[in-house]
Structures are given as C-alpha cells and as structure tokens.
C-alpha cells in the first residue's frame, strides 16, 4: 500500500523527489499512511475541496478493504 501511495502522489506533485508516505501499524489489521510532500504541492494532493485527497483515501480504503485491513491516510 505505502508503494502503491508514492507512485500515486508522484504522478500527482511537481517535485517528485519530495513525496514521501510514512506507514504506522496500530495492531494487525489497522494502518495509518501520513503523506508529506513539498509544500508547494500540498495544494495539489488536497485539490479543490478535497476532493484529490478524498478519491486517493477511497481508493486506498477499497484495496484495504480487499485485504481485510483498515487505513487512515493524513497529510502532515
């Protein structure tokens, strides 16, 4: 999941390099990914409303799902 979120946002940001998605584990099952890029890119991850950020949780949340897992993702 943490590879599947850096290709994700590096097609997304203009500095690619700067992407970097940190994994916690809270028991077996529940994942947080916190999401740190250059913060002239953070704009862009979010998107207007949130709606980039939401559609990049959603599809994380189906593979999790998938996997019978649980995932937070948080942008620092």
Do not use: C, W
């Not at 994700?8 to 500095?15: A, M, T």
């Not at 990914?33 to 599809?59: C, E, F, H, M």
């Amino acid at each position: 999941m943490k590879a599947f979120l850096e290709y994700l946002l590096s097609q997304i940001v203009d500095h690619k390099d700067k992407v970097k998605v940190e994994e916690r584990r809270f028991g077996e099952n529940v994942n947080q990914y916190l999401i740190s890029t250059d913060p002239s890119d953070v704009g862009k991850v979010i998107g207007k409303g949130g709606n980039i950020i939401q559609a990049i949780r959603n599809i994380a949340k189906i593979l999790a799902i998938k996997e019978g897992k649980q995932i937070r993702i948080e942008i620092e």
